[in-house]
């Protein structure tokens, strides 16, 4: 099952460890990106250039994203 986009922020914007920047490149991010990705690897990969200019880098997105929406949300490959 793949969540959207915009209930994945809300889960991680509602958690009690939110950080603000992994939100911010999660906002940034187009739809379409994040529909695309096939699993969380490759979701880290292309939200590079939002983690960046949001201030956070992939490895927080991928720990926050790995603890708040979890691997089973995403589509089976």
Known sequence: MQISR???IQKVW???DVVPEVVEALQAMPDALWD???GLAE???AARPFCESAGCDVEELEQILS???GNTWWRPE
């Open 36 to 38: 695309a990705a096939p």
């Open 67 to 69: 603890r708040h929406v």
């Open 14 to 16: 509602d958690s009690p």
């Open 43 to 45: 979701l880290r990969e």
């Open 6 to 8: 915009q209930l994945a």
